[in-house]
Nanobody, 118 residues
Framework: HVQLVESGGGSVQPGGSLRLSCAASGYTYDNYCIGWFRQGVGLERDEVASIDADGSPRYATSAKGRFTISRDSAQNTWYLQMDSLKSEDAAMYYC?????????????WGRGTQVTVS
């Protein structure tokens, strides 16, 4: 049974930091692109960042310079370090896997972790 479990969300003041984690079980994602999406209240689910199997990251414009995505293949876990958080970053954050080594659309989703900035 494949599971993606996010953790690390919480409440932080503007300018603060959080580190989100996504632990995968039931399947190894070494050879797949993985990433993070978020969905604010009343908004669409948007991509935040992704990282290819070769370690190449990409970021949404809103995340560039503030967020860092990384992966630990040995732990089958990936992370999103979020610094200089703004009120507009408040959302449910979801980890996601793609279907290939580079982003080719979402495949499997976690259940989300809530980030509040106020």
């Amino acid at each position: 049974h494949v599971q993606l479990v996010e953790s690390g969300g919480g409440s932080v003041q503007p300018g603060g930091s959080l580190r989100l984690s996504c632990a995968a079980s039931g399947y190894t994602y070494d050879n797949y692109c993985i990433g993070w999406f978020r969905q604010g209240v009343g908004l669409e689910r948007d991509e935040v960042a992704s990282i290819d199997a070769d370690g190449s990251p990409r970021y949404a414009t809103s995340a560039k310079g503030r967020f860092t995505i990384s992966r630990d293949s040995a732990q089958n876990t990936w992370y999103l370090q979020m610094d200089s958080l703004k009120s507009e970053d408040a959302a449910m954050y979801y980890c996601v896997t793609s279907i290939s080594g580079t982003w080719a659309g979402p495949n499997r989703w976690g259940r989300g972790t809530q980030v509040t900035v106020s």
